[in-house]
């Protein structure tokens, strides 16, 4: 058996067998795989702390070798993070919840996913202290589609190149990003404030104005907005719709 090391976030599992689990896993070097942890579901199981979804390890996976198609076994792992067992406020079980479906569901394929993995780690970590889930939540969706090559255009028109302003804008999710509300746009445009767009680019770009994802507070009127358009560009460019998306607006309307 060849064994490798790596770092790794459970996104998710499922019974496998009588006493096994199947985990989706990402790592930064391989991006998602899935692997087999053997005994798992047994009592005691050594190795349950880490297969829970949102749990980061670093694991030791063992393959069979000459062969392409067996799944690699999960033999050891030492937690690096976890999430607090129970936490008073709801939102970040939510927002986690919804990060991990969020990337399981838009990666289907293993290969290198260096800079999403250290974006979601950060953000499963954040969310807990977050003044705000939902910034830190929408700061990774612009980073996952930008990682996926869908990175959204929020400088300027797209069909002038001219500076937004103050003026009525839209975002369209179709030509991937915002137009004055004046040129003509796909029936899958929304309305966008000028405030709604600097808040669009502090979220995408938080090194580049200086601010922390997990102290930004969005505004009540503007929120609503900039989730509506990062569902929007998710549900046209990745085809995705995570179930998860009720609970974590129930959990955000509730607080």
């Known amino acids: 058996m060849a064994t490798t090391n790596q770092l790794a976030i459970c996104l998710r599992r499922r019974d496998h067998g009588e ?9 930064p070097e391989l ?23 949102g749990t980061i390890s670093r694991c030791q996976l063992a393959t ?9 076994v999960l033999t050891q792992a030492e937690i690096v993070w976890s999430y607090p067992a129970a936490e008073a406020d709801f939102r ?15 990666l289907p394929d293993p290969e290198p996913q260096e800079a999403l993995y250290a974006a979601l780690a950060g953000s499963l970590e954040a969310v ?8 830190v939540v929408h700061g990774f969706e612009l980073a996952l589609l930008r ?11 797209l069909a002038c190149d001219e500076a937004l302003a103050e003026g009525p804008a839209v975002f369209d999710p ?14 899958l445009a929304l309305p966008v404030s000028p405030d709604a767009v600097r808040a669009l680019r502090r979220l ?21 907005v900039i989730r509506d358009v990062l569902r929007a560009a998710i549900a046209y460019h990745l085809d995705l719709q995570p179930r998860s998306a009720t609970l974590l607006d129930e959990a955000l309307a509730g607080e």
Do not use: M, N
Not at 93 to 105: C, G, I
Not at 128 to 135: E, H, M, R, T, V
Not at 149 to 156: A, K, M, R, V, Y
């Open 147 to 157: 990682e996926l090559g869908f990175e959204l255009s929020l400088h300027g028109c």
């Open 64 to 72: 069979r070798a000459g062969s392409s198609s067996a799944l690699p």
């Open 19 to 27: 006493h096994d689990l199947l985990l989706w896993l990402l790592t």
């Open 174 to 187: 179709a030509a991937g990003g915002l137009l004055h509300a004046s040129h003509e746009a796909s029936d």
């Open 31 to 53: 991006g998602k795989i899935t692997a087999i942890a053997r005994g798992a579901r047994r009592p005691r199981a050594a190795l349950i702390a880490a297969c829970q979804p």
């Open 128 to 135: 807990g202290s977050a003044a705000d889930p939902a910034a």
């Open 204 to 224: 995408a770009q938080p090194a580049a104005y200086e601010v922390d994802l997990s102290a930004i507070r969005l505004p009540p009127e503007i929120g609503p």
């Open 92 to 106: 970040p079980a939510a927002a986690r919840a919804y990060l991990l479906e969020l990337v399981d569901l838009a």
